[in-house]
């Protein structure tokens, strides 16, 4: 039944000054999307473009739309909007979220491109480049789509509305993972560093941590990602709560005892400087972004300015 209802193709109007690239993820979550909408935001104003975000406003009320500032409650515009603001900010780069017509049509300026965090494709006139972000390991989440799974549609849907895929990941792709989509659509190979920085800035290196009484604390989709990648790195928590993706983290009559908790930058907008008494630090991912993918961002830009 999801199957046959899921819309992988969203009808919406979309600006005409404005060159707008979708970013959909091939899973309800867990896909990399929002990281990568982040690292290409930031690269192509880097070099020279315009660019404006509209961000995922999953679980807030916002009547119509509005620019997110990074000082918002992340219960007013999201945690998702929220996080690309507060990263983007340094940037120059605005982010708005709300009803995503309205969104839309303030996030478009003459000449500018619009990135759009959860939108893959439009109709009925598509985007300037629809990007499929997947997870490099595990692309199709269980490949199976709800109540089975967490695949976000068929594959075939997903392919058929998608430019070029992007699987992202700490590691590198497992063999074979997408050897039968390349002949069809273009595969765009991501890598994430990780690493953990206090709230401050200031860098925590793997090599403390692993002599640290560690605690993770998460409210994402697909958890055991970042389980799995703190365990290659030796790090092994000793408490570990987790709680439904944009959940609010609850606190716990458990989360003493811990030198530091670790969080996701999503996460870390809804927690405070401490759990526990401990401090908290956040797993920051830096998306080296290969240059044949910016180029072919490029490319689709021109394109739409004709």
């Known amino acids: 039944m999801w199957e046959r209802r ?16 979708g970013v959909g993820g091939a899973t309800l979550g867990g896909s990399y999307k929002t990281p990568l909408t982040l690292a290409l935001a930031v690269a192509l104003g880097r070099r020279g473009e315009s660019v404006r975000v509209v961000g995922h406003g999953y679980g807030a009320r916002v009547r119509g739309a509005r620019t997110v500032h990074a000082s918002d409650s992340v219960r007013r515009v999201g945690d998702d909007a929220a996080w690309l603001a507060r990263e983007l900010a340094s940037e120059g780069v605005s982010v708005v979220t709300g009803e995503r017509a309205a969104a839309l049509e303030l996030a478009a300026r003459p000449g500018s491109v619009v990135l759009v965090d959860g939108l893959l494709q439009a109709r009925p006139r598509r985007v300037a480049l629809a990007l499929l972000a997947v997870d490099a390991r595990s692309p199709w989440g269980s490949d199976a789509c709800p109540p089975a799974g967490d695949r976000r549609a068929a594959r075939a849907a997903l392919l058929a509305a998608t430019d070029a895929i992007v699987a992202v990941g700490d590691g590198v792709r497992e063999h074979g993972a997408l050897a039968d989509i390349e002949p069809i659509v273009p595969v765009f190979d991501v890598r994430a560093d990780v690493r953990a920085h206090f709230l401050d800035g200031r860098l925590l290196p793997f090599s403390e941590l692993r002599g640290m009484r560690v605690g993770v604390v998460l409210a994402i989709a697909r958890p055991e990602r970042v389980l799995g990648s703190l ?42 400087g401490t759990r526990g008494g401990a401090p908290i630090a956040v797993l920051r991912q830096s998306l080296a972004l290969p240059d044949a993918l910016l180029a072919r961002c490029v490319e689709a830009i021109r394109r739409c300015r004709g």
């Open 231 to 272: 365990s290659a790195r030796g790090i092994r928590p000793a408490l570990t709560h987790l709680f439904a993706d944009h959940a609010f983290p609850r606190a716990r009559t458990d989360a003493r005892g811990v030198d530091v908790w670790l969080t996701t930058p999503k996460c870390a907008t809804k927690l405070p």
């Open 6 to 21: 899921a819309e992988v193709v969203r009808v919406v109007p979309l600006p005409v000054d404005s060159a707008v690239i």
